[in-house]
Structures are given as C-alpha cells and as structure tokens.
C-alpha cells in the first residue's frame, strides 16, 4: 500500500528559523529613527532632530504624533529666551518597546548570520 | 550690540547620530523575514517558508516577487517524486544588500543603546 502522503517522501525541510513580530510602530523607518535618537540623545529639540533625520517638519510631525499616540514618546512645550521650544523625550513606555524590539532585530540577525 | 541671531543664545543641541537609509525592499516585515530565513537556512521551499514565517500563499508570493524583482532572490522549480517543488535562493546581490542592512541596523542598536 502506497504510502497515503505522497509529500512526505520529497527533501526532508531543512530547519528555518521562524520571523518575530516587529512592532510596525518602531520599525517604520522614520519613528525607527526619532525612537533611537531620544534613546541615544535622550530629550531632544524638534528642530535638531529635523536636522539630524534629515526631515520636513510635516514629515517629523506626523511620525511624531504617531508615536505619542502609541504612548512611546511625549511632548515637552517650554521657552528659551522667550522663542518657544518643542522637545521630545522617550516616555517608559517607549524605551520598553523599543528595547523589545531591538532584541528581536539582534537576534533576527544572529538568525540571518550563522555562524 | 545685541547678538544679531537671539536663537543661538538657546540650549546647545545635544549631538544626536543620524540614522542610515534602510533599504526599503529589506525593511519591510514579512520581505526581512523571506531574507533572513534563507540566509539562515539557505535554499528553502515555498511551502516550508510559508509554515516558518506563517504566511498566506499570496502574502509570500507577492513580496517573494518584489525580491526577485529587485533581483535579491531567485525561484528554483523542479519536480520532487512527479511533485512540483518551488524553492526560493538567495542571490549573491542579495546576500551583499542583506548584509549591508543587517550591518546598519547593528549601528542602530548601539546607537539606540549608548553603553
């Protein structure tokens, strides 16, 4: 009797590592950005971090909002020498998800690069 | 004489690093999962990568296609026991522009983690 799962008998699957799930929050490649620079910058001024990243107001706006919606970064209003000044800063909750998911990239890297 | 430009007077931005390009057709979730699984695992099937990265068959064909599109990855058909077997490979161009991608986003995460 032929054995019912012909399938079976092709090339043995050879073991592929499973893909975690990213945040689509962070992984987005401008939040990625903002989120890692308030990581490594800590409280940051709209305007540097427009020159850093390389972005228009709107487009650092927009992804800004995103973020202080998701609860990762807030907004700190003051003045300097009476000009006002936006600020950003990473929120706790925001340097817990971001954490998160940068052990997952290390380690969907050590997956992409056996040793 | 009153400094001519008053914003200069204000805080000294902090040095925040920039963030690199991340290759779009890499960045995106289920397509960086398709790379790094076969450069984990090297030649894989259609079916095995669908179970790995628990993918619909339409979800993996279509960014499957964007890779071979951007000429990262190469299908291989044949047949296994009169089965027709579907295999996805890494191309060289592939793996140069995965390692690039993983080598940024390595800068990311010490950047995002200052020791």
Redesign the interface.
Known sequence: MPDSN??S???A???????P??D?VI?Q?VR??I???L????T??F???K????LTDGNLSVHARKLEDAGYLEVRKSF??R?P?TEYALTEAGRVA?EAY?DQ??A??Q????S
């Open positions: 012909q399938t008998l092709r090339r699957p050879r073991a592929v590592p499973s893909v799930d990213l689509p992984h490649r990625l950005g989120l890692s620079a990581a490594a910058g800590g940051t001024s305007t540097d971090l020159t850093v990243l390389d300097a020498d000009t000044l971001l940068l990239m290390e969907l890297i997956t992409a690069r056996p």
